[in-house]
């Protein structure tokens, strides 16, 4: 079974900064997907970003990138020029390539962005 | 368009009484799924359905634990005999067919067992 890692359970930024979320995962399968979701208080959560595994170009989103490292089974996600409206729980998924399959989450790291 | 819609938005109810949770899917999608988030936790799998194929159901923590869906939209996920321990927001999620098509969530079931 994949598991999903997210060993910062809280971060911080100054307003307009850039910050790093970390995200590892585990699987023994080649082709895959993996998302980024943001979860603000209203409990409803948000795709950021979305990356192939056979892509090896790391995908972007405005402010949003990540940097996807297959062989380290790395996913993080740089949020850049840091927005108060970006404070939020922010949680790495899996998903196996066949269709259907459901997301594995990891346990989600808490975003604080400081004015 | 309308997004995926969670009924209702909050529950309290006694310890031993059955509930059921209400979703709403984004019309067109055909996969359908519950996810359980404790608090300050991240999500759970409880079940899948896609089309009319027969569910996941692996994701379910006990046979107190159910869920049907109608018509292949709307779907229903009940708890019987509840236990403090289901105290958690319970969120649906819909998508297109296909790996590459993300999840798109509701905003949850706030259930509360006393």
């Known amino acids: 079974a994949q598991t999903v890692t997210q060993s910062q359970p809280e971060m911080s930024v100054q307003e307009a900064e850039t910050v790093t979320l970390s995200c590892t995962y585990d699987?023994?399968?080649?082709?895959?997907?993996l998302f980024w979701y943001k979860q603000p208080p209203s409990r409803q959560m948000i795709l950021v970003i979305r990356?192939?595994?056979?892509?090896?170009q790391n995908a972007t989103e405005n402010r949003f990138s990540v940097n996807f490292q297959k062989a380290a089974k790395s996913f993080s996600l740089k949020i850049s020029d840091s927005q108060l409206g970006d404070a939020a729980m922010y949680f790495c998924?899996?998903?196996?390539f066949g269709a259907g399959n459901m997301l594995t989450f990891g346990g989600g790291t808490r975003l604080m962005v400081k004015p | 368009g309308a997004g995926v819609s969670q009924s209702p938005s909050n529950k309290v109810t006694e310890k031993g009484k059955d509930v059921e949770l209400r979703c709403d899917p984004i019309?067109?999608?055909?996969?359908l799924y519950w996810y359980r988030q404790s608090l300050g936790q991240g999500l759970e799998f409880l079940i899948y359905?896609?089309?009319?194929?027969?569910?996941?159901k692996s994701g379910l923590p006990s046979d107190r634990f159910s869920a049907e869906r109608t018509g292949g939209s709307v779907s229903t996920l009940t708890i019987q005999r509840t236990q403090q321990e289901d105290s958690a927001v319970y969120l649906c999620?819909?998508?297109?067919?296909?790996?590459?098509?993300?999840?798109?969530f509701g905003n949850g079931t706030r259930l509360t067992v006393t």
């Open positions: 999620a819909s998508s297109l067919r296909g790996a590459s098509s993300p999840l798109h």
């Open positions: 699987t023994s399968e080649s082709d895959y997907y």
């Open positions: 990356q192939e595994a056979y892509k090896q």
């Open positions: 998924a899996y998903r196996s």
């Open positions: 019309s067109g999608h055909t996969a």
């Open positions: 359905f896609q089309g009319n194929s027969a569910p996941d």
